[in-house]
């Protein structure tokens, strides 16, 4: 049973829902990192959208030569509340990945097709869900004449797929949104079938590269070389023990609950059998529980293959690739998450699971500048993959717990 939305209500935001996803999807936003022209022409079709809702939209271009238009757009628009002081920010991201092996889409994946509840295209639940749900809840209000009683803020953002530097990052950097203690952020970019998975967490995220250098030498002549390869087993395995040993916090948040260290790529190194190889490189992809800093995790690291080198002679050299902070787990007893909770329990009926994952979604940048963010929405998690779908039910049942935080619990 809805909360906020009549029968009539859902009957008449089911065919804007339809009828929006049939005017962007076509339009394609793949960034350029992954072989596109980037978002523009889908931002046009959305800047237009959101004012004829009425609602006051600024453009923030991240400047990208190998964009069309040279830029990157991002769109922030603002349905003003009682409360103008306070704004509930739903960010959802304009670009998608692309469509991937078009034989394996039972429809063309860029044109969108219903069948019954399910709506299919590339982009319908990663992010245009998103898109639909912040722009049905406006069309809600803005038709009926409701004032939420917070701002909604609505952010059309740029470059989720691949790194965010030209979209949230950039927005963040430019001092787009009000300060934590004013502004918080939805994000319904992942999350469960039932709507009770709110995440509210993320591990720190470490790549390294870790070389072992020794000596090359002919295989029948093993006392004259050091064998990389040898080596590199042995730093791996006692690495491994180490960080496992060391670092066994546990936090029944997360899924896992504990920090994983996992050794992953290694390079390749001679060609031929009858080689001792000199060089020995493998990478280690890390995500450690936020209670952890990732400078104690790296020392650690670097402490092991100090002593390992001293040890066996071997060079042990340790280079980040990658590092990425994941910023304090939001609060659930936050003013602005608990009355999004509540307003779960309330619309859905289910219990709502804050948890913690290993990474991968925007709210990090936003927990890193201090912000309150929740990851939050319904569906089967059919993102990235071949027929890609969404349920209407699950669009019209978010919109309505959105509605109701909005109107009742902000
Ligand atoms: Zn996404």
Redesign the pocket.
């Known amino acids: 049973m809805p909360r906020v939305l009549g029968e009539r209500d859902v009957d008449k935001l089911k065919s804007y829902i339809v009828d929006l996803y049939k005017r962007f999807i076509p339009v394609k936003a793949l960034p350029p990192d992954l072989g596109g022209r980037g978002e523009l022409e889908r931002a046009r079709v959305l800047q237009e959208e959101l004012e004829k809702l009425g609602l006051r939209v600024e453009r923030f271009d991240a400047s990208d030569p190998r964009a069309e238009g040279g830029v990157r757009p991002n769109l922030l628009a603002v349905l003003p509340g009682r409360d103008e002081s306070r704004t509930l920010w739903v960010v959802a991201?304009m670009d998608?990945v692309p469509e991937g092996d078009p034989s394996l889409w039972r429809s063309n994946p860029y044109s969108v097709v219903v069948e019954g509840d399910k709506v299919y295209g590339r982009g319908v639940e990663?992010?245009g869900q998103?898109i639909v749900l912040a722009l049905a809840a406006a069309k809600h209000l803005v038709e009926k004449g409701l004032e939420p009683r917070v701002n909604l803020g609505i952010a059309l953002v740029s470059d989720?797929?691949a790194g965010s530097r030209y979209g949230l990052i950039y927005l963040l950097e430019k001092g787009a949104f009000g300060p934590p203690e004013t502004d918080w952020f939805l994000v319904p970019?992942?999350g469960s079938p039932d709507g009770s998975k709110v995440i509210v967490a993320e591990k720190h995220i470490a790549w390294i590269r870790v070389t072992v250098r020794g000596r090359q030498a002919h295989a029948s002549m093993p006392h004259t070389g050091l064998n990389a390869h040898r080596l590199g087993m042995m730093f791996s395995l006692e690495l491994d023990r180490l960080l496992h040993e060391r670092f066994t916090r546990y936090d029944e948040r997360f899924e896992p609950p504990v920090s994983t260290f996992e050794p992953t790529r290694k390079e390749e190194n001679v060609g031929n059998i009858n080689t001792i190889p000199g060089v020995d490189t493998v990478y280690w992809d890390m995500r450690i529980l936020p209670s952890y800093s990732l400078e104690e995790v790296l020392d650690t690291v670097r402490a092991v293959a100090y002593s390992f080198s001293a040890k066996t002679g071997a060079g042990v050299e340790v280079e980040p690739v990658a590092l990425d902070e994941a910023g304090e787990p939001t609060r659930t007893d936050s003013v602005f998450v608990k009355g999004f909770l509540e307003a779960i329990r309330e619309a859905r009926g289910v219990e709502p699971k804050p948890v913690g994952i290993g990474g991968g979604?925007v709210a990090r940048y936003l927990r890193r500048h201090g912000y309150q963010a929740i990851v939050w929405m319904t569906c089967d998690e059919t993102?990235h993959q071949p027929n890609e779908y969404t349920r209407l039910s699950y669009v019209l049942a978010d919109v309505d717990t959105l509605l109701h935080y909005l109107l009742n619990k902000a």
């Open positions: 991201h998608t990663d992010d998103g989720e797929e970019d992942a979604t993102a």
